[in-house]
Nanobody
Framework: QVQLVESGGGLVQAGGSLRLSCAASGRTFSSSPMGWFRQAPGKEREFVAAINRSGSSTYYADSVKGRFTISRDNAKNTVYLQMNSLKPEDTAVYTC?????????????????WGQGTQVTVSS
């Protein structure tokens, strides 16, 4: 079992930055690929970014490539999502997730454990 708690969401103007954090507890964090998903009002949840166990490989949705960076600190059991050049269309609830398989599977939408989510609102 893995418990995930997100923080760092908020309101920011277009072009601004936010950094989301996800603190994990339970199952050994360093053995779990981690990722971020988001869901905007009226839309389905979509994949944002994923990172493998060691942090050596990362995967991104095309819509955030070059603007968002996922990273992890296994010593702190924390995964981060640095979001730069934010756009109003990035407004969504961002949810941290953990996988029992691979980071690539998360890029296809799969995850086994989910956090509660944190709201990110980007004003124009």
């Amino acid at each position: 079992q893995v418990q995930l708690v997100e923080s760092g969401g908020g309101l920011v103007q277009a072009g601004g930055s936010l950094r989301l954090s996800c603190a994990a507890s339970g199952r050994t964090f360093s053995s779990s690929p981690m990722g971020w998903f988001r869901q905007a009002p009226g839309k389905e949840r979509e994949f944002v970014a994923a990172i493998n166990r060691s942090g050596s490989s990362t995967y991104y949705a095309d819509s955030v490539k070059g603007r968002f960076t996922i990273s992890r600190d296994n010593a702190k059991n924390t995964v981060y999502l640095q979001m730069n050049s934010l756009k109003p269309e990035d407004t969504a609830v961002y949810t941290c997730a953990a996988s029992l398989t691979t980071a690539q599977s998360m890029a296809r939408g799969g995850a086994n454990y989910w956090g509660q989510g944190t709201q990110v609102t980007v004003s124009s």
